[in-house]
């Protein structure tokens, strides 16, 4: 893990940025890693099944935890931005990432999105994770024989 957080402490720091106004900001950039089913760029970090099978648990507390884990690999290995989670909506296990889905019921998928990203970031009153960004949205998952 140290070289993933010494590449995240290179780039790792504040901009200070004053407004004609006179207002001043500290800015800090995203520092992003994809994190599909956990931090799977560092050794020693938690990697969960994909969201496929995650959804067949039909357990919304599985995906929040799953966020809550990967958030704190992700800050751990100093990123504050994760690639995650995967909402596209699959109809055809042909498609070579049918497995990165949580299933084909978009109402479904909207929940299991829904509570990752909650782990992931944090509460709305308590947001102490990483910044999420979902991937892959909803029309990639449709494909017809495999293919986008």
Known sequence: MDRWQKLAQRFNYTISVTTAQNKKYEIRPFLGTDAVHGNQHVSGTILFPHNSGLACSHNLMNFYNAGKWTAAGVKKSGFNYAFSPTVAVSHNPQWGRFYETMGQTPEDIYEF???????????EDNLTGVLGSVKHFYADGATLYGAD
């Open 113 to 123: 999105g829904k509570f990752y990203t909650m782990g992931l970031q944090g509460k």
